[in-house]
């Protein structure tokens, strides 16, 4: 059986050639009106064979020609990146976002290829809010991470870089983002916190090696079983447990409660006094006055690093600001603290 297809008076030899002319912007009654006449091409023709093909074209028109981004041509791009082909990438990418503007592949190509960095990492940060399930959202995180460590913001980075295994079990980021993780948390004097966390992470993922991270004691300790004990010998053990507890060790600078500059910015609280002597050192070495004080909280002595001091609270907020963007350092503002 032959037959000549038409559409807006021009002639098809074959239905692909039509199809082919719908490609793009497909008005619905050029549609309509293409199917009309493809289905009184059949209308002398037995009803079984009518419908059958009427099915078959109403596919090959609505979706064959409908493009659907898989994820192998993502990573068809992400190879040219890969390759040092970005240009390539950033040619095709308006393309791409016409056609799919809210797919995380294609989003997370516009981060990867901006040349902003700051620019680049709120795009990473939006895709992980819109997409946090999507197969893209551990590769923008350790891209985060990435940055906020080549930038020296250790305690942003450190926070950002722990978020992959404990969101992402999945990733084939986990040993960077845990090596980048530690080593952020080494440069602003937070051993304990990396070996928490390597604990942590040691339970989750027991295969890694976690020799190669350099904490030592991360092995995680047997829990301790109860025992039950007299009332007299329990006494005895407290009194006991008491001589033998060290005196403390005096850290606390005094800091006079001026009434022209009460505000200071707390930028850390250590349980261990050596830690928060580096950060002060290394504050100091900026210019910044900085003590060290003691703190009681939950039951545990840390010892604090606060810059001192500002006639008002908004200029010790703003000094927390800076310290933040030069160091990475979360902060505080206290009025004449203890």
């Not at 016409?98 to 190509?109: E, I, N, R, T």
């Not at 002595?301 to 000094?319: E, F, K, N, P, W």
């Amino acid at each position: 059986m032959s037959f000549r297809f038409r559409r807006d008076g021009r002639n098809c030899k074959s239905s692909t050639e039509c199809r082919k002319k719908f490609r793009g912007g497909r008005e619905i009654s050029d549609i309509i009106m293409f199917v009309m006449r493809f289905f009184a091409t059949f209308k002398n023709d037995n009803v079984g064979l009518f419908t059958i093909s009427s099915f078959l074209f109403i596919g090959v028109v609505f979706f064959g020609s409908s493009p659907l981004l898989r994820a192998q041509n993502i990573e068809m791009y992400l190879s040219l990146i890969r390759e040092g082909r970005i240009e390539e990438v950033r040619t095709n990418l308006p393309e791409l976002l016409s056609k799919y503007p809210a797919h995380p592949g294609v989003l997370y190509l516009k981060a990867l290829t901006t040349v902003d960095g700051d620019s680049s990492i709120q795009q990473f940060r939006r895709l992980i809010e819109r997409f946090p399930n999507s197969e893209y959202a551990d590769d923008a995180g350790i891209k985060i991470g990435e940055y906020l460590y080549a930038r020296g913001l250790y305690s942003q980075a450190s926070v950002q870089l722990r978020n992959i295994p404990l969101h992402y079990p999945a990733s084939s980021h986990l040993e960077r983002a845990m090596r980048l993780m530690v080593r952020s948390y080494q440069a602003t004097g937070e051993v304990d916190s990396a070996r928490h966390y390597l604990r942590v992470f040691k339970r989750r993922y027991p295969d890694i090696d976690y020799s190669q991270f350099g904490i030592p004691d991360i092995d995680v300790k047997p829990e301790v079983a109860l025992v039950k004990v007299g009332k007299d010998q329990a006494k005895k053990k407290i009194a006991s447990s008491r001589k033998a507890l060290p005196k403390k060790r005096k850290t606390v600078q005094k800091q006079p409660k001026t009434t022209g500059k009460p505000w200071v910015v707390q930028v850390g609280a250590f349980s261990k006094y050596a830690n928060a002597k580096k950060l002060k050192l290394r504050l100091s070495q900026s210019g910044y006055q900085v003590v060290l004080g003691e703190v009681v909280s939950n039951g545990r002595r840390l010892h604090t690093v606060r810059v001192v001091r500002y006639a008002s609270r908004s200029d010790a907020i703003q000094a927390g600001k800076e310290l933040k963007r030069k160091f990475g350092l979360d902060f505080r503002v206290l009025k004449n603290p203890e």
